[in-house]
């Protein structure tokens, strides 16, 4: 590839939980392609070595504080000059039925999963006012399929969809195009509970059509997709990479009827 073909594919990106699974294989994925990307995260420690072996810039993010949000946006735009695209990898998982969900456990949920993406969205259209670009959200497959103790979370997830469809309509006038990705289980620390034992792993399995476990590599190669500028006619979507859970009924299941 010559250099002005590399210089025209060169996008700009902020990734906020850069330092998650799916943030940091993205922010991974992005830069090698020659990309470049803007860090935030709320682990200091993981970010810093993060921005160091990407030699990406970054800045401590508070997931819940939608000031944060804003200010990590606005500064990745002054670094960068403008900011072709903002995905949202903030987020968190909680696994409990909604009468032993406390106030504080509720609040905590909404803040991390919804608020943070609304945060985004209403951050990243400033900064990218009228030239155009991407945001993607993280919804999940328990907001598309009533799944046993994920009211909460499943909850928050949802308001993300109707927030990704509501932002789409509002800012397609703009070039700004907003989809999300809806997840399976994905394997990381911050699901380690449901997978981490044969037993724990055999029951996930058996939810998913595709008979595994989902990698961060399977989500951020569709986010990456979404980001890229080729694929400018795609907004609004909600695609699901959760191998077939929110869709199928995986055969194992079927046979038990």
């Known amino acids: 590839m010559s250099t002005?073909?590399?210089?025209q594919k060169s996008q700009k990106f902020v990734i906020l939980g850069a330092t998650g699974a799916i943030g940091s294989e993205l922010s991974r994925r992005?830069?090698?392609?020659?990309h470049e990307v803007f860090l935030g995260g709320r682990q200091k420690r993981q970010l810093q070595l993060l921005a160091e072996e990407l030699s990406a810039p970054s800045l401590t993010v508070e997931g819940t504080d939608p000031t944060s949000i804003e200010?990590?946006?606005?500064?990745?735009c002054e670094k960068l000059g403008h900011v072709d695209g903002v995905v949202n990898c903030i987020g968190s998982v909680l696994l409990k039925p909604?009468?032993?969900t406390s106030d504080h456990e509720w609040s905590e949920v909404l803040a991390v999963n919804l608020t943070s993406a609304f945060a985004t969205v209403r951050s990243a259209a400033k900064v990218m006012g009228r030239q155009g670009g991407?945001?993607?959200?993280i919804s999940s497959a328990a907001a598309r399929i009533g799944l046993a103790n994920h009211e909460a979370i499943a909850a928050?997830?949802?308001?993300?969809?109707?927030?990704?469809?509501s932002a789409a309509a509002t800012y397609a006038n703009r070039g700004i195009r907003v989809n999300a990705v809806a997840p399976g289980l994905i394997k990381s620390n911050m699901t380690q509970s449901l997978w981490e034992t044969p037993a724990a792993e055999s029951a996930s399995l058996e939810m998913h059509a595709l008979n595994r476990i989902g990698t961060p590599a399977d989500v951020a190669s569709m986010i990456d997709w979404l980001l890229q500028a080729e694929n400018n006619w795609i907004t609004g979507q909600v695609l699901g990479i959760d191998g077939g859970l929110a869709t199928i009924v995986p055969r194992t299941r079927q046979k038990r009827r």
């Open 134 to 137: 991407t945001i993607v959200l």
């Open 156 to 165: 928050a997830k949802a308001g993300v969809i109707g927030l990704t469809l």
């Open 71 to 76: 200010q990590c946006i606005q500064s990745a």
């Open 30 to 34: 992005l830069v090698q392609a020659g």
């Open 4 to 7: 002005a073909a590399a210089e």
């Open 98 to 100: 909604a009468h032993l």
